[in-house]
């Protein structure tokens, strides 16, 4: 049996019909890797340089994308809101090193 990930739309809290689905794995860890990426995406392109932890957080909870993983037993254990907000700190501290553009070559 396989995992699938599905997607909530933050901004949409309990609208169903936002909802899609992201894919269909055949380990609970590929199915989690791409949940991750969902959240990555999202936060990287929510993200402005300056902004805090909290923040760009905010914005997640209001906006992001909220994957989530149905499959067989043991059931891939991944929150979304969980690592966005290890995430966001991440994030935050990379700024500006690793994440603004590099500067054109002479």
């Known amino acids: 049996m ?9 901004y949409h809290y309990m609208d169903k019909s936002e909802r899609y689905e992201a894919g269909t ?3 609970a860890e590929e199915a989690v890797e791409a949940a991750k990426q969902i ?3 999202f936060l990287r392109s929510a993200y402005k340089p300056g902004e805090t932890t909290k923040e760009l957080y905010d914005q997640y909870v209001c906006f992001g994308e909220d994957p989530f993983i149905i ?4 059931l ?4 979304a809101w969980d ?6 700190q991440v994030i ?6 690793n994440l603004a553009p590099s500067p054109p070559t002479p």
């Open 92 to 97: 935050c501290e990379e700024e500006p090193t």
């Open 83 to 88: 690592f966005a907000k290890s995430m966001c």
């Open 2 to 10: 396989n995992y699938t990930a599905f997607v909530d739309d933050n």
């Open 71 to 74: 499959g067989p037993s043991p």
């Open 39 to 41: 959240v990555l995406r």
């Open 76 to 79: 891939a254990d991944f929150s």
């Open 25 to 27: 794995y055949l380990t």
